[in-house]
């Protein structure tokens, strides 16, 4: 009925085939739609009739995937386009088309989309982001990008002249030493004046809360902005436009509807990689990138409605606090820093304030890679609230101290939040059960044949190789570039190490960092090079033709792992797109999943500086 009417809506007609052709596959999440449609339609007689009910179908599944309550499968907006598509036949609605605007500001952005601007002493200096080219894996970009720090200020292929050469190096080590600097401001040295103790804090926190339940209600605006920096670790900037906006318009202020009463609740949101992988949503270890935390009461009401705030107000209230408290540095950083460094320097939690105070990922690399608990993050808060509050009045303590009774709605529905490629244990277990019955299926069935093509020693021993692999990665959580796990001269049997260096693009040459390995791990390569050694032996007397480079293998000339090939024929080191073409009818994921898997497993069992 769309297509008869040969108008702009016909593009829904393509949705619609789109949508189906996806429910109709069994593992697929859209298949719920498919059957609910069809209950709709069987329980009704009129067009309209099946669009109030999908109406009332699409407003509970995005009601629940906001608040937790299901695992969010994006499935609220395809229904929606669903529903658009009824709209048109049932009610004749009008097609509405986008509005673009030629903007020179557009215009702009398109035109230094990949340039970076970078703050150096005297003028800022802008940098040409070039492409990073990942032919053998599957990772996301920004997971790429952001591993690599600093940025690589020029093309490695580009060979400038001298003189460019080091104004290039200059512009570098301006960078590098930025970096460094900024890294060090965030050390709980004595000398640094960039942080306040955790007495000055506790104090200022005290005074603040204090003179916000005493003074009159245009000086408690001012104080209500300090007090929410404090207790978000936003800077105060970013607080005064938060509460300038209505309640629909804000961001990381989240407003809640109750049935007794509205709350508020700060909400944080992790930029990580979406996984689109329509077989593996329902597996996903994470609910959501997003939890939400809660504020005291009084706060809450006080910021229901929107209200500006003067900076200038701001720094006469803080002027204010270093006469009282005679902190003579106190400045607006130190506001800004306050609840980082309380979880990152008193209870050493250094990945739970990069999460609670909003730290983009771009800025820690972690946040891509880290399943957590919800739980903990909401007690690692509330432990920071009780220290801050240390030297408030009883009552106030009783007061702010409530926080760590209660739990925001949509929090009690998300046990895990962040990344989105790290999946349920059980899943992952059945993963690797899967591989290893694969191995050993051969065993008893093995058979030569006059063709290589048809040889079941060669199946085997591609499919050991890309079991080792996993095991690999799932142990060592590297990277998957080209040729790893590496040489077998990386491997350190006795001191029980592993030498690494897997970005691909470095600064210098040499670098890399030392892995622990399991006693599980060392027995199952030890076990892998007796096995290669046995069948070389076996191999290369058979087919002279396509010999398995046993030699160079243990000479650590060619790659540990390697994989037998039918076109080009023979034997090559392995890759993350050999892997995947072995095990494509099987499982397919981001390459480095394996990285997402054990860094959350590891989360809040080791320290974080051993992760």
């Known amino acids: 009925m769309i297509a008869i009417r040969k108008d702009e809506h016909s593009a829904k007609v393509s949705q619609l085939s789109v949508r189906l052709r996806m429910g109709l596959k069994d593992n697929n999440p859209q298949s719920e739609i498919v059957k609910k449609l069809i209950d709709i339609h069987a329980q009704r007689a009129s067009l309209t009739n099946a669009l ?78 070039f492409g990073r080219p990942h032919k053998d894996d599957n990772v996301a970009d920004a997971e790429n990008i952001t591993d690599d720090d600093p940025p690589s200020l020029l093309d490695n292929d580009f060979k400038p002249s001298r003189i460019t050469a080091k104004s290039s190096e200059l512009q570098q080590w301006k960078l590098k030493n930025n970096y460094r600097h900024a890294r060090r401001n965030q050390f709980h040295f004595p000398t640094n004046l960039r942080q306040l103790s955790l007495l000055s804090y506790q104090m200022l926190f005290a005074r603040v809360w204090q003179l916000f339940i005493i003074v009159s209600y245009k000086q408690r605006q001012v104080y209500a902005v300090i007090l929410l920096s404090l207790l978000s670790g936003r800077k105060i900037q970013e607080v005064v436009y938060e509460l300038e906006l209505d309640k629909s318009q804000r961001k990381w202020l989240s407003h809640e509807s109750g049935s007794v009463a509205d709350s508020y609740a700060m909400s944080n949101a992790i930029n990580v990689t979406s996984n689109r992988r329509s077989h593996l949503l329902p597996h996903r270890q994470s609910h959501d990138n997003e939890f939400k935390l809660s ?83 909401e007690k690692t808060y509330y432990s920071a609230i009780q220290l801050l509050t240390e030297y408030c009045t009883v009552d106030s303590q009783d007061e702010l101290r409530q926080l760590s009774m209660s739990s925001t709605k949509s929090n009690r529905y998300k046990k895990y939040i962040g990344s989105d490629m790290t999946l349920n244990a059980d899943i992952c277990q059945k993963f690797f059960d899967e591989l290893a019955e694969a191995a050993e299926s051969y065993n008893g069935r093995l058979k030569r044949n006059v063709s290589i093509r048809q040889e079941r020693y060669i199946e085997q021993f591609n499919t050991y190789g890309v079991w080792l692999w996993h095991i690999i990665f799932i142990q060592t959580g590297i990277r998957p570039v080209k040729h790893a796990p590496g040489l077998l001269n990386q491997f350190d049997f006795r001191q029980r190490l592993l030498w690494i260096s897997d970005k691909e693009e470095r600064h210098g040459q040499g670098q890399g960092r030392l892995i622990p390995l399991s006693n599980f791990l060392i027995i199952a390569i030890q076990n892998y090079i007796e096995y290669i050694k046995q069948f070389a032996v076996i191999h290369n007397s058979i087919y002279p033709n396509d010999q398995f480079p046993i030699n160079n293998i243990l000479n650590s000339s060619q790659p540990l792992i390697q994989l037998f090939s039918q076109n080009p024929k023979g034997f090559t080191g392995i890759t993350p797109s050999k892997v995947r073409y072995q095990i494509k009818h099987f499982f397919s994921h981001q390459d480095n999943w394996l990285r997402h898997q054990l860094r959350s497993l590891l989360t809040n069992r080791s320290p974080e500086h051993l992760i």
């Open 295 to 377: 504020l005291p009461a009084r706060l809450q009401a006080f910021i229901d409605n929107k209200f500006l705030v003067d900076s200038n107000e701001v720094s006469k209230v803080l002027a204010s606090l270093k006469t009282q408290l005679e902190l003579p540095v106190l400045s607006n950083q130190h506001i800004d820093a306050c609840l980082y460094t309380v979880i990152k320097n008193e209870l050493q939690e250094p990945l739970h304030a990069d999460m609670i105070t909003g730290v983009d990922v771009k800025h820690s690399s972690p946040l891509y890679y880290t399943s957590i608990e919800t739980r903990s993050l």
């Open 52 to 129: 109030a009910a999908l109406r009332v179908y699409e407003a509970k599944i995005r009601s629940d995937e906001e608040s937790g309550k299901v695992v969010n499968q994006k499935l609220a907006g395809k229904i929606g386009q669903i529903r658009l598509a009824y709209e048109v036949v049932a009610e004749n609605k009008a097609f509405v088309g986008k509005t673009y605007t030629n903007s020179q500001k557009n215009e702009l952005s398109k035109e230094h989309a990949n340039k970076r601007y970078l703050d150096s002493a005297d003028e800022p200096i802008r940098v040409t982001i």
